[in-house]
C-alpha cells in the first residue's frame, strides 16, 4: 500500500502568492521627507494665517467698541481690514441715500483721502447696487473696472475684492472695497473673513451714527432748554415790569418799579433813569438823574446836563454804551462815583426813545454784583426793559401833561361855581356890614363882626382847595354839586349810549339837594360802572338803576350813597373775592382790568368806599361818599 504525501497540493488559485515589502531607496525616502515638510510648511502658513485672521477679527471686533466718533472710526477700520486681508489699500465706502452716492475714505499709507462715487458705478458702485459680494482677479477684463483712478495716479490694480456693509436690518450702509493682496490673489476665504468684517464695521457705524444723532439731539434739547428758560424768564420779567408800571401814579413810582425789576434781573449795584427837561436841548439840555441802589428803594434825584456820563452819551448818540472798564472810557464823569457811593466799573446806558424817535432819556446799570463785569445777556434784557419802560414813561408823561390840562379845565369850569358860591358869604358879609351900620350897641356890633369873619373863612377854605388842587397838592377838587343838576348832565351822557346796547337807565333821587365830591371823578366812576353793567347784560340788554340817598355813620357823619344795579348774569365766583384788585378782568374782549381798580381809588380819595353784591339777578354795588359838616 502505497504513503500519502504530506505535502500539500500544488495550489490552482490564479492569485500570486505573497511577496514581503520592497524596500525603498534612499532617493524615495528623502523625496518623501521633503514632500512632509513643504506640507507641514503649509500648514503652518495657513495656520499662522488663520490664527492672525482670528486675531485681526478680535482686535477689529474690540477696536471697534473703543470710539464712538464716526471719524475715528473709519480710520480704524481701514487700519484693520489692511492688516487682516493683507491689502495693499482698503476703501471704506459710506452710501448717500439722499444723493445716491458712495462716499468713501481711502488709505494709502499714513494717508486718508476722500472720493465720490455714483451708485452703479465702477466695481464698488455695482457692489452698492447689487448687494452681492465681488471678486475680481483680471479688472482689466472687467466691464465694471475704471482705470481712470490708476491712469491719475500710476497705481497699478492687479486684483480687486468688495463685499456690502450691512446692518442689522440687512439694509446695505456701504460697500468695503480692497485692492492687490501682497501675496497673491484675493480668495474665497479672504472674501469670508472681508464679509464678517463688514458686518462689524456696518454695526458699529450704525451705532456709531446713532449715538451722534442721540448726542445731537441732546445739545438741540440742551440749546432749546436754554431758549426757552431765556423765554420765560424774559416774559416773567415783562409780566414784573407791566405790574409795576401799572401801579405807578407817577415818574417816581414808574422808575422805582422798573429799576427795582432791573437790578433784580441783572444782579447790577445800583441802577438810573436820565429824563431831559421837556425844553432841554441835546447840545445844551438840562437832565434829572434817577439813581436807585441795590436793596435801598429810594430815589436820589440830581440834575445834570443831557450830554454828560454815560447817560449823556446814550441820549447824545441814540446807541448803547457798553463797558466793563468805565473809568477807562471816554464818557466816564468822576462825578458818578460819588452819586453812586463807590467807584464806577463797569456800565450798560441804553438810549429811551421818545414820540418823535429822538432819544427823551436813558437807563443805565452800573457795577455787577458778582463776575468781572456785565454780559452779552445783560445788554440784552436792558434793552428789553429799555423798549417798555419808554412806552410806560410816555404814557405817563401823558397821563401828567393830560391831568394838568384837565386840572386847569377843571379849575376854569369850577372857577364859576366859585364865584357863584362867593355870593352867598359875600351877600351874608353884605347883610351884617348893613346890621353893624344899623346897630348902636358895641357888643351888637362885635358880633356881627364876628359872623361876618367865618364868612371869610369859608371863603379862604375855597380858595386853598382852589390852590392846592392846581399845585397838584390834591388828587381831588371837592366842591358843592347841585345832585339834581349832576345827575340830570348824567343821564344826558348815558341814555343815548346804553340805549343802544338795549339798556334802559332808571335815575331814582332820594336826595336831590347837595352833595361834596369831585364832579369829574365821580363821573368817571359812574361812566365805568355803567359800562360794566352794559358789557355784562350783553346782547340781551336789562334795566341799569342808578339811586341816591343818605346815611347816618356811627361817628354821627353823613355820607352820600350812589347805588349802582343792573340785572345781569352777576359777578363771576372766581374773581369776586379780588374784584378791586388791578388786572382782574373776567376775560371780556378788550377789557384791561383797571376799571373797578381805579374807581376803588378814587373812593378812597375822598375818604369813602365802594362794595359790590352779587346773584343771579344780577350785580349791585354801593359807594359811599363821606359828607363833612358846612357850618353856614
Known amino acids: 500500500m502505497a504513503l500519502k504525501s504530506t505535502r500539500p497540493p500544488a495550489s490552482t488559485s490564479s492569485e500570486p502568492d505573497f511577496a514581503p515589502p520592497r524596500r525603498q531607496s534612499s532617493r524615495e525616502l528623502d523625496l518623501r521627507v521633503v514632500q512632509l515638510e513643504h506640507k507641514l ?151 469670508v473673513v472681508l464679509a464678517a468684517l463688514a458686518t462689524q ?9 446713532l449715538f451722534l444723532s442721540v448726542t445731537q439731539k441732546n445739545t438741540e434739547l440742551l440749546e432749546i432748554k436754554e431758549q426757552l428758560e431765556h423765554r420765560v424768564r424774559d416774559l416773567k420779567l415783562l ?124 437807563i443805565a446799570l452800573y457795577n455787577k454784583t458778582r463776575g468781572p463785569g456785565f454780559s452779552e445777556e445783560d445788554r440784552a434784557l436792558l434793552l428789553l426793559i429799555a423798549a417798555n419802560a419808554s412806552t410806560a414813561i410816555q404814557l405817563q408823561l401823558s397821563r401828567e401833561a393830560r391831568e394838568r390840562e384837565e386840572r386847569l379845565t377843571t379849575i376854569g369850569r369850577l372857577l364859576s361855581g366859585v364865584i357863584h358860591d362867593l355870593k352867598t358869604p359875600l351877600t351874608v358879609i353884605s347883610g351884617y356890614v348893613q346890621l353893624m351900620q344899623q346897630a348902636d350897641k358895641r357888643e351888637v356890633r362885635e358880633e ?24 397838584g397838592e390834591k388828587n381831588v377838587l371837592v366842591r358843592k354839586v347841585y345832585l339834581a343838576k349832576f345827575f340830570g348832565d348824567v343821564r344826558e351822557q348815558l341814555q343815548l349810549q346804553l340805549a343802544r346796547l338795549g339798556v334802559e337807565l332808571v335815575i331814582e333821587l332820594a336826595d336831590k339837594g347837595t352833595a361834596r365830591f369831585d364832579e369829574g371823578k365821580i363821573l368817571r366812576v359812574i361812566h365805568n360802572l355803567a359800562r360794566n353793567a352794559a358789557e355784562a347784560m350783553a346782547d340781551k340788554g336789562g334795566k341799569f338803576t342808578i339811586k341816591t340817598s343818605r346815611t347816618k355813620e356811627r361817628d354821627g357823619e353823613e355820607s352820600l350813597v350812589i347805588t349802582f344795579m343792573d340785572n345781569g348774569p352777576g359777578i363771576p365766583k ?18 384791561t382790568g383797571l376799571g373797578l381798580a381805579i374807581t376803588k381809588r378814587i373812593a378812597e380819595e375822598h375818604g369813602g368806599s365802594i362794595s359790590a353784591h352779587s346773584s343771579s339777578r344780577g350785580a349791585t354795588f354801593k359807594l359811599k361818599l363821606p359828607q363833612p359838616h358846612v357850618e353856614a
Not at 448 to 471: C, P
Open 41 to 191: 510648511a503649509q500648514l503652518e502658513e495657513e495656520l499662522a494665517r488663520e490664527r492672525r485672521i482670528g486675531v485681526a477679527l478680535r482686535e477689529v471686533g474690540l477696536a471697534l467698541g473703543t470710539t464712538l466718533d464716526l471719524d475715528q472710526l473709519l480710520e480704524l477700520i481701514l487700519q484693520k481690514i489692511n492688516d487682516a486681508i493683507e491689502a495693499d489699500r482698503a476703501t471704506l465706502y459710506l452710501l448717500d441715500d439722499r444723493k445716491g452716492e458712495l462716499v468713501s475714505r481711502i488709505v494709502q499709507g499714513d494717508e486718508v483721502r476722500a472720493i465720490r462715487l455714483k451708485v452703479g458705478q465702477g466695481i464698488a458702485g455695482h457692489v452698492a447696487q447689487t448687494s452681492k459680494a465681488l471678486l475680481v482677479n483680471d479688472p482689466y477684463e472687467d466691464p465694471r473696472f475704471n482705470p481712470e483712478w490708476d491712469m491719475t495716479s500710476g497705481y497699478r490694480t492687479r486684483s480687486i475684492l468688495a463685499v456690502p456693509m450691512k446692518n442689522h436690518l440687512g439694509r446695505t450702509i456701504g460697500v468695503i472695497q480692497v485692492l492687490n493682496k501682497k501675496s497673491g490673489q484675493f480668495s474665497d476665504h479672504d472674501a
Open 201 to 209: 464695521a456696518a454695526i458699529s457705524i450704525d451705532n456709531s451714527r
Open 239 to 362: 409780566f414784573d415790569l407791566e405790574s409795576a408800571m401799572g401801579r405807578a401814579t407817577s415818574l417816581d413810582e414808574l422808575f422805582t418799579g422798573v429799576l427795582s425789576e432791573a437790578l433784580r434781573t441783572s444782579e447790577a449795584l445800583a441802577g438810573a433813569f436820565a429824563l431831559k427837561e421837556p425844553s432841554s436841548t441835546q447840545e445844551t439840555g438840562v437832565a434829572h438823574l434817577y439813581v436807585m441802589k441795590s436793596g435801598d428803594p429810594k430815589l436820589i434825584r440830581t440834575p445834570v446836563r443831557a450830554d454828560d456820563g454815560f447817560t449823556g452819551a446814550a441820549m447824545a448818540e441814540g446807541e448803547v454804551v457798553f463797558t466793563n472798564d468805565a473809568q477807562g472810557h471816554p464818557s466816564y464823569d468822576p462825578a458818578l462815583d460819588e452819586i453812586l457811593g463807590q467807584a464806577c466799573r463797569a456800565c450798560i446806558a441804553v438810549p429811551l426813545e421818545g414820540e418823535d424817535g429822538e432819544a427823551m432819556g436813558a
Open 448 to 471: 356881627y363882626a364876628d359872623l361876618a369873619l367865618k364868612q371869610f373863612d369859608h371863603i379862604g377854605a375855597m380858595q386853598r382847595d382852589v390852590l392846592e388842587f392846581a399845585r
Open 574 to 591: 372766581e374773581i369776586e373775592h379780588r374784584l378791586f384788585q388791578s388786572f382782574v378782568t373776567s376775560g371780556k374782549k378788550g377789557g
